[in-house]
């Protein structure tokens, strides 16, 4: 069987022929936020219903890393290597330390708690950016139904000051976030107020040195499903996950290609040997396959 659909011939470049997706590991219930530790060869990802964090390693397989992971979603590492989560039943950013022990870098704003952080990137200078739509407290599936006290927004985090900043206020469900390989864009995904109820989007942002964000535009509309988490190559193409795979887009926006996957995609990261291995979260299962492309080097 084929395992892609091209839409250009530069995306034939991309895929390998005898490169197939590989279903790494299943029987969790919904599956988010990938992120690969080089340095101990190891994949982590959230299993939000089941309140875990799980590891899966090329030789020994899936363990257990946390359990319980107060309903951890997204993750990402910092400049230091240390695992930075989203946490829905606590309602906060985590840090955890070297040592093990946790850090907590965001639970409120003006006073107000967070909805459920969702996913997470940091940025070069150490700021930290993370989406906050209300998804994780909606229902007791994925964390505690609560009482929504903030708009559903993006903040950034100065680690030095502990600042927090609202960066984006006018999306209905901001999701999955990343930035350009240079760092002067920041993608966010809306998802709107409950999936398929509003118009669902990728916008680009300018960024600049200072974080200040300006030029708010629609990059592309993913379809079939929505776009819910994403992360690009060291070329500027934003690999998003969608309801038939993950797709491929171009930095202006052209739809290049698809890879197929059998279940509904969730997130995705980079990893392995040379960051050419996509690892993609996809509702009950974790999927990999190698490319001719090597993710951005922001984590």
């Not at 309602?91 to 409120?108: F, K, N, P, Q, W």
């Not at 990137?121 to 929504?148: A, L």
């Not at 006290?149 to 502990?162: A, F, H, K, T």
């Amino acid at each position: 069987m084929s395992f892609f659909e091209s839409y250009s011939p530069v995306f034939e470049t991309f895929v390998l022929g005898n490169a197939p997706v590989k279903q790494l590991a299943t029987g969790f219930d919904w599956t988010e936020g990938p992120v690969w530790f080089g340095d101990a060869n190891c994949l982590l990802f959230s299993d939000i219903p089941n309140n875990r964090i799980m590891r899966w390693t090329p030789h020994a397989g899936i363990s257990t890393y946390r359990q319980p992971s107060n309903y951890a979603n997204g993750h990402t590492r910092d400049r230091q290597g240390r695992l930075i989560s989203c946490e829905h039943g606590t309602r906060r950013v985590t840090r955890t330390e070297l040592d093990g022990s946790i850090t907590v870098i965001a639970d409120s704003f003006e006073g107000k708690r967070l909805n459920s952080p969702n996913d997470v990137v940091v940025k070069s200078d150490g700021t930290i950016w993370f989406s906050d739509p209300h998804y994780g407290i909606m229902t007791d599936y994925e964390g505690y139904k609560s009482e929504q006290e903030l708009p559903c927004n993006v903040y950034r985090v100065n680690p030095d000051s502990g600042r927090i900043t609202a960066v984006i206020t006018d999306m209905n469900g901001p999701n999955g976030l990343a930035f350009s390989p240079d760092e002067t864009k920041l993608y966010v995904a809306d998802t709107g107020r409950m999936f398929g109820s509003d118009e669902q989007h990728i916008r680009v942002h300018n960024c600049s040195d200072d974080g200040k964000i300006s030029g708010a535009r629609v990059f592309h509309s993913i379809n079939p499903g929505a776009s819910d988490g994403f992360r690009l190559d060291t070329d500027g193409n934003v690999w998003s996950s969608a309801a038939d795979g993950v797709h491929c887009i171009s930095p202006g926006g052209e739809l290049l290609g698809k890879l197929r996957v059998p279940e509904l995609v969730s997130n995705i990261c980079f990893g392995g040997r040379a960051k050419h291995q996509l690892f993609m979260a996809a509702t009950t299962s974790i999927y990999s396959i190698s490319l001719n492309r090597s993710g951005a080097a922001c984590p």
